[in-house]
């Protein structure tokens, strides 16, 4: 294709765009060309794929049918402005055949495949794909996926080789946005990324998470592991955030080729991340997603990703026949807005805590419990990974970037030099440690004075392949970074706030074993250790906008400025103005006291309003007269019904220290007038250790104000209500939390600020308002 100007491309009339691009993708696609009757000279071309059936080269606007193996007229669509069209969720079977009606032309029949993972012809596996740099990757449907490969500094015939996979612009030649390649590159591993369909230069049509991009994932595995440079036919995958999550959709469909996975700050539940507590996450979840269908349109001056745009401009084909379907990219916004609720159907497909025990790959996977980006139920997955054993987690406090922390980043390369290059981590560690500082300068963006350090690593003291894989596999299976932000490691320049943990503590499992410890709310915003004798209501005034809606006045995506260390401890927590929180305190405890897992706030609420949003914050209030926020937790009071038996969003029942609420639209309900209620607000997980003299507070408010991306803009009521409290003993309230006997902090009080992701303020008393009964 010759080079467009973009003052040209920009005039370019519609139907003109749709002739080149439907022209070019029949160029370039397998598929099936039908001639309208009427009009000798128009063809376009139809293909069946998985569930799906798709035509490109129409008129734009041009009306079509589906019509079924017997002729009937299964759904009608409009053509695209680009002249594309795609058919979703059609039933496996042949003989589907697309009509245009304005003409009458007619298709040949083409195939519509099931989910099944096995391919129908394996010997797209066998294609050739470059040994580096750009190039395209074809799946079974026949649809190009966009690819780069990056390569280690040092040359060599055939390379360990990993694989990233997301919606960004991965494929990027002049580099992955938001990738871990450099990473990876520097470890000595090959990196293939990867544009997922319908992004980009990919071609397709873009949904979140559907089966066809589960596959494609897998289309990816096995092509690559059969090129001639990849060491031992086998790979890996890296990634976080997106990157990560996809490697659970993928792995979950065993592609015999996957040598192992490394997924970090990933979600449980898709719910977890878009409605925390059944609430409309309009801050950094609702973001996403747009910023989803943005990249997913057809590249332009002002759409879809740039760099695709660029590529077109320079001439690259294929980018541009691969936009034909780009139009026909699934509303997301749409799709968020007609589930609300928990249905299994659609909720469980796209829910890696529904299928993760599918997963048989070995598994290193790394989240944080405050990710300001994916929030803090990651470690809900681990107890589902019942399909391997060959698994190994790592939490810790911090923000959505610190799954590379140096703790963690030494433990991945050993786990991927073991399972991916079947090499001792010996071989490459002197020179990785040598640059670490510089890693974390580049990637974390901090100050050159602060060189951040890979702690010493035994697995890598050992010279033999055999003996350190052996030594790694006796690894405990949960890891927790404590005090992340307080670590000084002896002889580093480090600075407070550097990701550098305290402490560690090692587990055989998740959740730890723990005792549900509970605190009953009482008067004058007290905490004790059981219900008061003296019954009283405390009342505030619901008010999600009586603080702003976040903490962090920078970018909320993830090539913001919260990947930057700066930002990573030191948000601006304000403190809820009069009358619009209640608050209750422990007394200072006489021991360090422990806790891992999430826990709840059990509630006796009355609400002025039908309908009321919860908003639930634990912080450590320490002796030295600061406060440190330590987790959220929230509810949607009409959802407050938890779930019975083992069908729920999570696969498990709820308990004291774990409740899950059923999200079921059969069970939502509104608040009884006039009625207290119990409402049972679940907390995301922590790994926090309450230091002795610290007391633990609880505050209740509306939702916001407590989160640097994440917030809720369409809260219930839309206005303000009346909410009222009880700790009478005939309804007590209380706090729960999994307390973990036999762990103390053997380190000092972290210094205000230096917890990563755990803001530090000065203490503020919160008199709490009491109502009449």
Request: charged share 15%.
């Amino acid at each position: 294709m010759s080079r467009v100007s973009s003052t040209a491309r920009r005039a370019t009339p519609p139907v003109l765009l749709a002739f080149l691009c439907g022209w070019l993708l029949a160029a370039l696609l397998p598929g099936v060309t039908a001639t309208a009757a009427t009009s000798p000279t128009v063809t376009f071309t139809v293909a069946g794929s998985v569930e799906q059936v798709y035509a490109v080269g129409l008129s734009p606007g041009a009306k079509t049918s589906l019509l079924g193996p017997t002729g009937q007229v299964d759904a009608t669509k409009h053509a695209d402005a680009l002249g594309g069209v795609l058919f979703r969720n059609v039933r496996p079977g042949g003989g589907f055949r697309v009509r245009v009606d304005a003409t009458g032309g007619t298709s040949q029949p083409v195939t519509v495949h099931t989910q099944a993972s096995a391919p129908w012809d394996p010997g797209v596996y066998h294609q050739s794909i470059p040994s580096s740099g750009y190039g395209y990757l074809t799946t079974r449907d026949g649809t190009k996926l966009a690819i780069d490969v990056r390569l280690p500094s040092t040359r060599a015939a055939t390379y360990p080789t990993v694989i990233e996979y997301a919606g960004y612009g991965y494929a990027d030649p002049a580099g992955p946005d938001s990738g871990i390649a450099v990473l990876a590159n520097l470890m000595g591993f090959a990196v293939v990324d990867v544009n997922m369909r319908g992004t980009g230069c990919s071609g397709g049509a873009f949904d979140y998470f559907e089966p066809l991009q589960d596959l494609d994932g897998y289309d990816v595995i096995e092509a690559v592991a059969h090129q001639p440079w990849v060491s031992g036919h086998k790979v890996g995958m890296i990634g976080i955030s997106y990157g990560g999550i996809s490697q659970l959709f993928t792995a979950q469909l065993d592609p015999p080729d996957l040598a192992a996975i490394a997924p970090f700050s990933v979600i449980d539940a898709t719910p977890s991340t878009l409605y925390p507590g059944g609430i409309l996450n309009t801050g950094f979840a609702t973001g996403w997603a747009q910023g989803r269908q943005h990249d997913a349109e057809p590249a332009g001056p002002q759409t879809g990703q740039p760099w695709a745009y660029a590529r077109i401009q320079g001439g690259d084909a294929i980018c541009a026949a691969n936009q034909a379907l780009h139009g026909e990219a699934t509303d997301l916004a749409a799709k968020i807005a007609a589930n609300p609720h928990y249905t299994p159907a659609v909720a469980d497909p796209i829910d890696p805590v529904s299928f993760v025990h599918k997963i048989k790959a070995p598994v290193f996977l790394a989240c944080q419990w405050e990710d300001e980006q994916t929030g803090g139920q990651c470690p809900e997955l681990v107890r589902h990974f019942t399909g391997t054993t060959k698994k190994w987690f790592t939490f810790t406090n911090g923000a959505h970037i610190d799954s590379i922390d140096p703790a963690t980043f030494d433990r991945w390369y050993d786990f991927l030099e073991l399972y991916v290059a079947h090499r001792p981590p010996q071989t490459n560690a002197p020179g990785l440690h040598a640059v670490a500082p510089l890693i974390y300068q580049m990637a974390m963006g901090l100050p050159s004075s602060d060189q951040v350090e890979l702690p010493s690593d035994p697995v890598q003291q050992i010279p033999t392949y055999g003996a350190a894989l052996a030594a790694f596999d006796k690894l405990p299976e949960v890891r927790i970074l404590f005090d992340n932000g307080a670590g000084q490691p002896a002889g580093t320049a480090s600075s407070a706030g550097d990701p550098n943990a305290g402490f560690e503590k090692s587990f055989s499992s998740y959740p730890v074993p723990s005792t549900a410890r509970t605190w009953y709310l009482g008067p004058d915003g007290t905490l004790a250790a059981t219900p008061s004798a003296t019954a009283g209501i405390d009342q505030y005034t619901s008010d999600a906008h009586a603080v702003p809606l976040t903490d962090y006045g920078g970018p909320d995506t993830e090539t913001g400025g919260l990947w930057s260390n700066a930002a990573a401890w030191q948000w601006d927590w304000q403190q809820n103005p009069a009358g619009t929180a209640v608050s209750y305190v422990t007394a200072p405890l006489a021991t360090d006291t422990t806790v891992v897992g999430g826990g709840a706030v059990d509630l006796w609420v009355r609400s002025s309003t039908p309908d009321v949003d919860l908003q639930a914050t634990v912080s450590e209030v320490r002796p030295d007269g600061n406060e440190t926020f330590v987790q959220n937790g929230w509810l949607r009071a009409s959802e407050r019904a938890l779930s019975k038996g083992t069908a729920d969003v999570l696969g498990i029942a709820s308990t004291a220290a774990d409740p899950v609420p059923s999200f079921s639209p059969a069970d939502a309900a509104p608040m009884p007038a006039g009625k207290f209620v119990k409402v049972v607000i679940p907390l995301y997980d922590e790994g926090h250790v309450y230091r002795t003299g610290s007391r633990i507070r609880v505050t209740i408010s509306a939702p916001n104000g407590t989160q640097p991306v994440w917030s809720f803009g369409e809260t219930r009521p839309s206005g303000t209500a009346t909410v009222s409290i009880s700790h009478a003993a005939s309804m007590p309230s209380s706090m729960v939390l999994p307390v973990v006997a036999g762990v103390s902090a053997p380190t000092p009080l972290p210094p205000c600020p230096s917890l990563r992701n755990e803001p530090c303020r000065p203490y503020q008393a919160i008199v709490n308002k009491t109502a009449a009964h």
